[in-house]
């Protein structure tokens, strides 16, 4: 009976583990496109993610801004690591809280900062439940350039 017991417990883990989002198919299906396979960007075009999202996401307040980005997309100049983009980043309001959560938990993990910085489906539901406009992201970018929380 102890071996049924813990049998049900191990397939109950295991299948717990495959249905959770995998933040890299996520990414490789949304996002490395433009931010490369490795989320090293392309200079002038399309920002590195490696290395700067775990430091955006080291607040509470840059947490907050990247899922407004991912969920209303971004447009207009910005600089980050040094280059300017003048570019457009879509939304991606139609991926499930459960994905965009994996993702910008995926990203955050490439950088250097130990533990990385995770976000949850809650976290991005309640993002979600109010619709930012571009200058209000934007707003909330300039917020963090001025406290140096943008690499």
Do not use: W
């Not at 990203?107 to 309640?126: M, N, W, Y």
């Amino acid at each position: 009976m102890t071996r049924f017991f813990i049998l049900v417990a191990m397939a109950t883990g295991i299948s717990s583990a495959f249905a959770a989002t995998d933040g890299r198919s996520v990414y490789d299906g949304n996002c490395s496109a433009c931010h490369q396979n490795d989320a090293s960007g392309s200079p002038g075009q399309y920002p590195q993610l490696k290395g700067r999202v775990d430091k955006i996401a080291g607040s509470a307040d840059g947490r907050t801004y990247l899922a407004h980005v991912l969920l209303n997309g971004l447009h207009g100049s910005i600089e980050a690591a040094g280059n300017n983009y003048a570019g457009l980043m879509p939304s991606f309001n139609s991926l499930s809280d459960d994905q965009i959560a994996a993702v910008l938990t995926y990203v955050s993990a490439l950088g250097d900062t130990k533990p990385a910085p995770d976000f949850t489906a809650d976290d991005i539901r309640e993002l979600r439940a109010t619709h930012k406009k571009n200058k209000d992201i934007l707003a909330e970018r300039h917020a963090l350039e001025s406290a140096h929380a943008i690499p």
